[in-house]
C-alpha cells in the first residue's frame, strides 16, 4: 500500500513537473509586433500615424507600452491599452479636427484661400531593440502647420520585461561627472562629424558649450549600448536636427546603478 501511493505521489510530481516546463515554454520572451498604419489625406492636409503594434493584447507590458505611447501622443485616451490602433485613431482624429478648425479661420481671410501648402502630421513608433531582458520603442512625429518650417519630436523609452518598469536616467549615476562629460561630447562630434570642442561649441546653443545636460529622452538601451537623443532645440537650434548617438556600455560601466547593469548584461 505504502509503495503504491509512493507511486501516485511521485507520478503527480513528475506530471506537474512536466505542466510547469511546457508552461515556461510557450511563455513567449519576445513582444512581437505587426506594423500598421492610419492615413488621412484631404484638402486640410497629409495626416498618418505608422506603429509597430504589440500583438499579444492580454500582456502587462502590451498595456505598459500602449499607455506610454498614449501619454507621448497627449495623454487624452481614456479607452484601453490592449491595442495600439485605438489609440493612434484617437490622435489622428484630435489633429485633424483641430488642423481642420484651424483651416476653416483661415479660408475666411481670402488671402489665404489659395494657399500653396497643407498642414502635415507624420508620425512613427518602432520597436528598434529588444533583448531577453529589455525592449526599446521609439517615437518620432513631423508636424507642420505653416510657416518657414515644421517640427519633429523625438523621444523613446526602455521597458523592462520582468515588470514594465519604464527605465529612466536614474539608472545613471554621477551624471555630471567629467568623464560622462566627456563622453557625451564624443558622441556628438561623431553626430556633427567636427574633429575637436572648440568645432562643436559653434553647433551648440550658447547655455550649452560647457556643460550638456542628459536629453529629455529617456537612456535607450540597445543590443550595442545606450542611445542618447536630444529634440530639436535642446541643445542646439533647428538646424542642427536631433542629436542622437550610442555609446557602447563599456564606456558607460562606471556610471549605470545594478539596475541598469542588468539590464546591459
Known sequence: MRKALQTIVIGGLALCSLSACTHCETTPSDVRVKTDSITINNEVGNFSIKADCPILKTAALTRTINEWLSETMGGTY????????????????????????DYAELKKDTTNNNREWKYEYICNVQKTAE????????????EYQGGAHGSTFVTGQTFRKSDGRRI???VFNNSYDEDLQNIIKAGLRKYFNVKNDDELKSYLMLDNIYIIPLPKCSPLFTADGVKFVYGQYEIAPYAAGTPQF???YSQLNKFLNVTAKSLAE
Open 78 to 101: 481614456e479607452g484601453g491599452y490592449n491595442e495600439t490602433l485605438p489609440i493612434a485613431k484617437h490622435y489622428i482624429k484630435s489633429v485633424v479636427s483641430k488642423d481642420s478648425t
Open 131 to 142: 533583448t531577453a531582458k529589455f525592449v526599446t520603442c521609439e517615437y518620432s512625429c513631423y
Open 168 to 170: 529612466g536616467w536614474e
Open 246 to 248: 550610442t555609446i557602447p
